[in-house]
């Protein structure tokens, strides 16, 4: 059975920074995407950043382009989501998302089959 868990959100003044961490369980092999999405109240969900854990390749959306950076450690299937310069804007649930059928990742929320419970972060002005 495949689980995907997020951790690391919390409350930080704008400007400051935060580290998100993403579990995948259950795959074989590490021929999986990880994608990071978010949900602020009343609004839809986004995409934000993807890895692929095979190829290392990854994306960024342009509002967090230079701001955050998405990595993978394969020996302990992780994802961290180092996000730095934070603004109130980036105030969401942020949710992390595993599949297995997606090559080369894509922050397309419908892609992606296994998800994780989010991680509230909140960024004050």
């Known amino acids: 059975e495949v689980q995907v868990v997020e951790s690391g959100g919390g409350s930080v003044q704008a400007g400051g920074s935060l580290r998100l961490s993403c579990t995948a369980s259950?795959?074989?092999?590490?021929?999986?995407?990880i994608g990071w999405f978010r949900q602020a109240p009343g609004k839809e969900r986004e995409g934000v950043s993807c890895?692929?854990?095979?190829?290392?390749?990854?994306y960024y959306v342009d509002s967090v382009k230079g701001r955050f950076t998405i990595s993978s450690d394969n020996a302990k299937n992780t994802v961290d989501l180092q996000m730095n310069s934070l603004e109130p804007e980036d105030t969401a649930v942020y949710y992390c998302a595993a599949d297995d059928n997606l090559d080369p990742c894509a922050v397309i929320d419908s892609y992606y089959d296994y998800w994780g419970q989010g991680t509230q972060v909140t960024v004050s002005a």
């Open positions: 890895i692929h854990m095979s190829d290392s390749h990854t």
């Open positions: 259950g795959f074989t092999f590490n021929n999986y995407a």
